[in-house]
């Protein structure tokens, strides 16, 4: 069992920038793949990126590459997003998840098991 409590959400310009925190509780943080998603109004949740238990591997939405980067601390048992570049159509609110260790679909909605309860980024022009 984890929980994931996200923060950093925020009101920001078009072009600036956020940092996006997830912390998780619990020891086994490190056994975790860790993912990104986000949900507008009226809209299905969509994947953002993703994070592989060691950090050693990545994956990220087409729309978000080069924009957003996703990182971990293991020893902080936290989990970032950073994004750059931001626009008016990434308004959303973020949501972190953590993926019970085996079979892993990165962007895949029902493959995390554990969900926080979301930050809001707002991007305004």
């Known amino acids: 069992q984890v929980q994931l409590v996200e923060s950093g959400g925020g009101l920001v310009q078009v072009g600036g920038s956020l940092r996006l925190s997830c912390a998780a509780s619990g020891r086994t943080f490190s056994s975790y793949a860790m993912g990104w998603f986000r949900q507008a109004p009226g809209k299905e949740r969509e994947f953002v990126a993703a994070i592989s238990w060691s950090g050693g591997n990545t994956h990220y939405a087409d729309s978000m590459k080069g924009r957003f980067t996703i990182s971990r601390d293991n020893a902080k048992n936290t989990v970032y997003l950073q994004m750059n570049s931001l626009k008016v159509e990434d308004t959303a609110v973020y949501y972190c998840?953590?993926?019970?260790?085996?079979?892993?679909?990165?962007?895949?909605?029902?493959?995390?098991?554990?969900w926080g309860q979301g930050t809001q980024v707002t991007v305004s022009s």
């Open positions: 998840a953590a993926a019970d260790p085996g079979v892993w679909y990165p962007d895949s909605v029902a493959t995390y098991s554990y």
